[in-house]
C-alpha cells in the first residue's frame, strides 16, 4: 500500500492538472464564456428605432478627405459584408486613428496582388465611448484582403485596444454599430465576419488572427460566436423607422 501512494498522488496530480487544462475549453460554451459578458446588463435593453440605436454608438463622421491619400480614387462599393477587426495597437485611441487615416500615414507597399493605393483605410474605428466614420459605407476599404472580396464588398470596423480603453464596452458598441449597419444596408448576420475569415494571398499564415481576442486558437470559436449573439440581440432590438445611410 505504502508503495502504491506515489503513484495514487502522481495520478491525482495528473487529473487536477488535466481539468485546469479543459479549462480553456469552457470558453464560449455559454455566455459566461466570454469574460466580458458580465459586464452587460441585458435585461435593462429595450427597442429601438434605428436612430435611437445609432445614438447609442455615438458615432461621429470624421471622414478621409474625397480625393486625398487614401482616397485618391473613388472606389465605390456595395456593402455585403462587415468585417471586424482589432487595431493590436496599445497606445493609439479612436481620434489618433482617425487623424492617422486623414494625413496619410498608414501607409503600405502598393503592389500587383497586394495593396492597391499604398495606404490603409477602413470605414470605422470604436471605442469604449465613441465610433468615428472614416469612409462611406459604399467605397473600398483596404483593410482584409487586398483585391479580395473583403476589400472589394465589406465595411471594414476596428476595435481599439489602448491602455485605458474599456474592452467590454468596445464589443458592445461595435455590435451595436453592425447592428445598425446590417439593417441600413441589409447585410444578414452571416455576412459579419472576423478578418479571419479573409485569406490573403501571399500572406503567412493566410487567415490573420483577427480580431484576436474574439478567436480562440487563431480562428473563429466559440467567443465569435457569442460576439455574433450580441449582434443579433441589438439587431433584434431595432423597430421598423427611417434609418439614416451611412453614405
Ligand atoms: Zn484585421
Same mark, same amino acid.
Given at each position: 500500500?505504502?508503495?502504491?501512494?506515489?503513484?495514487?498522488?502522481?495520478?491525482?496530480?495528473?487529473?487536477?492538472?488535466?481539468?485546469?487544462?479543459? $479549462? @480553456? =475549453?469552457? /470558453?464560449?460554451?455559454?455566455? *459566461?464564456?466570454?469574460?466580458?459578458?458580465? %459586464?452587460?446588463?441585458?435585461?435593462?435593453? #429595450?427597442?429601438?428605432?434605428?436612430?435611437?440605436?445609432?445614438?447609442?454608438?455615438?458615432?461621429?463622421?470624421?471622414?478621409?478627405?474625397?480625393?486625398?491619400?487614401?482616397?485618391?480614387?473613388?472606389?465605390?462599393?456595395?456593402?455585403?459584408?462587415?468585417?471586424?477587426?482589432?487595431?493590436?495597437?496599445? $497606445? @493609439? =485611441?479612436? /481620434?489618433?486613428?482617425?487623424? *492617422?487615416?486623414?494625413?496619410?500615414?498608414? %501607409?503600405?507597399?502598393?503592389?500587383?496582388? #497586394?495593396?492597391?493605393?499604398?495606404?490603409?483605410?477602413?470605414?470605422?474605428?470604436?471605442?469604449?465611448?465613441?465610433?468615428?466614420?472614416?469612409?462611406?459605407?459604399?467605397?473600398?476599404?483596404?483593410?482584409?484582403?487586398?483585391?479580395?472580396?473583403?476589400?472589394?464588398?465589406?465595411?471594414?470596423?476596428?476595435?481599439?485596444?489602448?491602455?485605458?480603453?474599456?474592452? *467590454?464596452?468596445?464589443?458592445?458598441?461595435?455590435?451595436?454599430?453592425?447592428?445598425?449597419?446590417?439593417?441600413?444596408?441589409?447585410?444578414?448576420?452571416?455576412?459579419?465576419?472576423?478578418?479571419?475569415?479573409?485569406?490573403?494571398?501571399?500572406?503567412?499564415?493566410?487567415?490573420?488572427?483577427?480580431?484576436?481576442?474574439?478567436?480562440?486558437?487563431?480562428?473563429?470559436?466559440?467567443?465569435?460566436?457569442?460576439?455574433?449573439?450580441?449582434?443579433?440581440?441589438?439587431?433584434?432590438?431595432?423597430?421598423?423607422?427611417?434609418?439614416?445611410?451611412?453614405?
Amino acid at each position: 500500500m505504502k508503495k502504491a501512494l506515489p503513484a495514487l498522488l502522481l495520478a491525482c496530480v495528473v487529473i487536477f492538472i488535466g481539468c485546469r487544462s479543459g $479549462t @480553456g =475549453n469552457r /470558453y464560449g460554451s455559454g455566455p *459566461a464564456s466570454a469574460p466580458w459578458q458580465s %459586464r452587460y446588463n441585458d435585461k435593462l435593453l #429595450g427597442p429601438v428605432t434605428p436612430d435611437q440605436l445609432l445614438r447609442e454608438v455615438n458615432l461621429r463622421p470624421d471622414l478621409i478627405r474625397a480625393g486625398s491619400v487614401g482616397r485618391s480614387w473613388f472606389r465605390p462599393m456595395k456593402p455585403r459584408y462587415i468585417t471586424i477587426h482589432s487595431t493590436q495597437n496599445y $497606445t @493609439g =485611441n479612436a /481620434y489618433n486613428h482617425a487623424l *492617422a487615416l486623414k494625413r496619410g500615414a498608414l %501607409r503600405a507597399t502598393k503592389r500587383k496582388g #497586394g495593396n492597391r493605393i499604398g495606404y490603409l483605410t477602413w470605414h470605422f474605428t470604436v471605442q469604449d465611448n465613441v465610433a468615428i466614420q472614416h469612409l462611406p459605407c459604399r467605397e473600398q476599404g483596404e483593410h482584409a484582403d487586398f483585391d479580395g472580396p473583403g476589400n472589394n464588398y465589406s465595411i471594414g470596423i476596428e476595435m481599439c485596444e489602448h491602455k485605458g480603453n474599456d474592452l *467590454a464596452l468596445t464589443i458592445d458598441k461595435t455590435a451595436r454599430l453592425a447592428a445598425y449597419i446590417s439593417y441600413v444596408y441589409q447585410i444578414p448576420l452571416s455576412n459579419v465576419v472576423p478578418h479571419y475569415h479573409w485569406p490573403r494571398a501571399g500572406a503567412s499564415p493566410p487567415n490573420k488572427n483577427c480580431p484576436h481576442f474574439l478567436m480562440e486558437n487563431g480562428r473563429p470559436g466559440s467567443r465569435w460566436r457569442w460576439f455574433l449573439g450580441r449582434v443579433q440581440l441589438h439587431y433584434k432590438r431595432i423597430q421598423t423607422g427611417q434609418a439614416r445611410s451611412l453614405g
